[in-house]
C-alpha cells in the first residue's frame, strides 16, 4: 500500500487499451507524484469492466488523501460504485467518482492532486471541465 499524501486517481474504462493510454498520458504529464492505476476490460479480456478489479486499482493507488476515479461508460461508473461500496467502511468517505470525460477528467484531477490539493478539490477540478 502506497505512503503517499497526494490523492489517488483510478482510470476505469471498458477498454484495457483506453484505460492504460489515459494512465500513460498522465504519467507523463505529471510524473510518479500521484498514485496511479489504470484497468479496463471484463475478466475474460474483452469490453468491460469487473468490480474486482477495479477493487484492485483502488488499493494500488490507495492514498491517505483520498482516491478519485474516472469512467469512461456507463456500466464503468456502476461497477466503480459497487466496488467502493465492497471496500472497508474506513476508506469509503475517501473514495469519489468524478463526473468528467476521462482523458481530460485523468489529467486535470492528476495535476491538482499533484499539487497536493485535498480530494474535493480534485474532483472539482476534474468535474470544472463539465461546466461549459
Not at 16 to 28: I, P, T
Not at 54 to 71: F, P, R
Not at 97 to 121: F, K, Q, R
Request: aromatic share 0%; with cysteine; charged share 20%.
Amino acid at each position: 500500500m502506497s505512503e503517499q499524501k497526494n490523492v489517488g486517481i483510478v482510470i476505469v474504462s471498458h477498454s484495457a487499451k483506453v484505460a492504460e493510454g489515459a494512465a500513460d498520458m498522465v504519467r507523463q504529464m505529471v510524473g510518479d507524484s500521484v498514485p496511479l492505476a489504470a484497468v479496463g476490460g471484463n475478466a475474460d479480456g474483452g469490453l468491460g469492466t469487473d468490480v474486482g478489479a477495479i477493487m484492485g486499482a483502488i488499493d494500488k493507488a490507495w492514498s491517505e488523501s483520498g482516491v478519485a476515479i474516472l469512467v469512461d461508460l456507463g456500466g464503468a461508473e456502476t461497477n466503480s460504485e459497487m466496488a467502493i461500496e465492497m471496500m472497508p467502511e474506513t476508506r469509503r468517505d475517501r473514495i469519489v467518482i468524478c463526473n468528467a470525460p476521462l482523458v481530460e477528467g485523468a489529467v486535470m484531477a492528476a495535476t491538482e492532486a499533484s499539487g497536493g490539493s485535498p480530494l474535493d478539490a480534485v474532483r472539482a477540478t476534474a468535474e470544472e471541465l463539465m461546466g461549459g
